[in-house]
């Protein structure tokens, strides 16, 4: 069944659409304005949008443009009451799959409607591959994401390193995916049905590793007393993953390099060479390179494992991803808690978009089970983030040459204070500006309040002008649109009174 979401602030249109869809069988969900609308595509897939273009909030031509960055897979058909040449070649631009003039009689809608799927539905099953990657049994919760170019390259790379069995060395800073490539790139091959067999390398005593990885004989060292076979063998015929591989001591290094030579090894305490069909995966965040130089690290070796290596960017160059991210794990933990939450406010979304993640996606996991545990309703909001996350922002907002002075000048205001005939200094050492709220006392001015004074001020006044339409303030005041929401939302101004 189809999932519709209805987008209109009209509620008796918003409702008529709702039935006519819902007699023809779709799913229908509905929302009021863009805004809503944004967040609900954030926390659930749809796969068909109809929306009107002046709302409140957030218009539909705003909308679309979020949506699309999201999911650019969703078809949005725009409505509008009016007929606007402009809207209508922006909302074909920004990626709408077609433009429709209100009134439109509910059977050409659904009609329209059912076209744009089976349309869609055609197109998918021409281009459908990668990212789609198997990732083994008891993983079928587990999905690769990134839409990011970075991963999508990896995502190539994948699903040619599933076609061969040639050694594989994944590198990438801890918690960036190396495991999951490994388990990707052999449920995707050949050898899916083989086992897949893992072994933290980092984590075996030095003098444990050998018997863990070939076996030993009956007697072989003390405690001993039964023969064992080791990963090798019991990985026959699939793959054997070696994490951390940068760990390992220099004689297990020469052993290794000879199992990848001659596919022959020796179990501990046996002079009888066994042969085995193993492909190898291994991985480290290790920089070989200067391992390597420092003698502690076989250059044979790395050479060996190296023939076709894999590199996990860490998330803080692949930021696209980060919203994905969060979904995924909104969705993930939306099941294992049995809960609904729809998904992040963009204020909570900037944050960790800004955040440089040195944990990677493994931390990004763990701080949106955080939330799940800090956040009370159905959205996570920013100030259910842990402290850790607000590191960088100051950063960012650095970079951000609107948060910095560069549109709300303070020599500007100053100078306006100082030029306007309505400044007053009363005689008790107070200071009164034209906005009229004092921002000092006793003398003492306070810069920072005033600065938000004005920042309000200013804003209500370009709503005013712009009646309450938010691209177009933020064209019109010189804001960025994302800038502008933030301190829509800071300064609890409501645009709907200026609309
Ligand atoms: N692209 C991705 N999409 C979804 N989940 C991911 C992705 N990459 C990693 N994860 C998840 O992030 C967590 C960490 O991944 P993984 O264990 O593969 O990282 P790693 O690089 O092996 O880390 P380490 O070096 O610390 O061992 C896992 O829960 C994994 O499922
Ligand atoms: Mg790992």
Redesign the pocket.
Known sequence: MHKVLVVDDDKVLQQSVKQALEYHHFVVDVADNGKEAVTKVYGQKYDLVVMDVNMPEMDGIQALTEIKKHDPSVIVLILTAYSNVTDAVKAVKEGAYNYLEKPISSENLVALIKRALKARSMVETLTFSSPTLSLGEGSSK?????ESNA?KKVFDVISKLAKVTTPVL?R????????????AIHYNSPRKDEKFVTINCGAISENLIESELFGHEKGAFTGADQRKIGKFQFAEGGTIFL??IGDISAAMQVKLLRVLQEKTFMPVGSNREIKVDVRIIA???KPFEEMIKDGSFREDLFYRLNVLPVY?PPLRERKT?IPH?VN??INYFNNVHNLKVIGAEPDALEVLTNYSWP????E??NIIEHCFIMESSDMIHAQSLPAVVFKDQKKAEAKDPVTTDSVIDIADIQNSVLDNPTQKTTGTNEVQFSFGTKVGEGGKLDFALAKDLFEKEFIVQALKLNRGRINQTALNANIPKKTLLRKIEKYEINPKDYY
């Open positions: 587990d999905k690769f994401v990134g991963m994944i990438g800073e801890s918690g960036t995916g190396k495991e999951l490539v490994a388990k994490d951390e991985a480290s965040h996990l991803d991210l995924h794990y944990g990677n996606i493994r990004l996991r």
